[in-house]
């Protein structure tokens, strides 16, 4: 089970209680207070692990507790701590505050530790009151609650390649057919709701992932149709593989139609929008005889200089040229990241 987003309410341990006592011994007629302070409640840590890949641990369990600490005891003893509560988690995954917009945290990379609930501190026992002047402290104090908060988990997928365009394009025609993802494909917009990943295998040494998210209309950034918030799962890809149908049935311009989509990537995070991209024209088998919406999308690709393929992902053409031209790019990148001191 794939799962992107979880809601979990935290509650970190009390402080145990300080202690009211006095030393009572044999032949020692007035031992003075002798109470110790309450343990610390443990806290609540999230924790990144390379061998966590998803969010499901926290769907059953949507409320974490970590123990309580002791009460302290008679002839100064500490309460025992409450332990600690260390909930691992993916590498990807970001951590939010219920119903607040910022990011709290981000891990990205594994071993990385968030404190997300402090545990309350240990009340303070009768012996550290006492004074000169106040021999006979009974004051003691109670242990502090541990902080509970509701934060959201959103784990972003870290796919190589991320499928962008208008509804109804074909991304998830194509990821269907590349790879052995099996999302539902309808000649409606916005039939992907979540995000798909596939794995392509792109010959004898490489295999790379592929997401397909939902589409994006003008305005999205502004949360028209599906908005923007499923651009979070393609933030990390190397490289995008921006599809643009060119059949005249969408009776829009795909020149215009890729400017729309660039501003949409544009607006939700200018890094994404200057991302290594692939340009590809979809949809090619309804073109008939008249070329001139496929052509004039192949100049621009040109004039911008982008990698441009003409593909039909229905009828299965151009497709392997198309998934060489992603192992390529990816491949290319690598080395560049890799000679890289
Ligand atoms: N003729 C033709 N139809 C295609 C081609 N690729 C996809 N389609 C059709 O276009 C429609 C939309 O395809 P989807 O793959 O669902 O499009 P999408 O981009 O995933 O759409 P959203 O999920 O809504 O963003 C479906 O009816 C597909 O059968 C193609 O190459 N040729
Ligand atoms: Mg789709």
Known sequence: MFVDQVQVKLKAG?????????????RVPRGGPDGGHGGNGGSIYFVSGA????????RFRPVLKAKNGAPGEGSNKYGKRGSDLRLPVPVGTVVREEGKEGVLFDFVLPGQAYLAAKGGKGGRGNASYATSTHQTPREWEPGRPGEENELVLELKLIADVGLVGFPNAGKSTLISKISAARPLIADYPFTTLTPNLG????????????????GLIEGAHLGHGLGIRFLRHIERTKVLVHL????PYTERNPVHDFGVVMKELESFNPVIARRSQILVANKVDLLGGDKSRLTSLKRMAGRKKIPFYAISAIKGEGLSRLVGAMAKTLDGLEKEGGEKP
Do not use: M, Q, W
């Open 199 to 214: 794995v392509v295998d792109a010959g004898t040494s490489r295999s790379f992932i592929v997401a397909d998210i939902p």
């Open 244 to 247: 643009v149908d060119v059949s």
């Open 51 to 58: 061998s966590i890949h998803s969010l499901a641990y926290f």
């Open 14 to 26: 009390k402080g145990g209680d300080g202690c009211v006592s006095f030393r009572r011994e044999y």
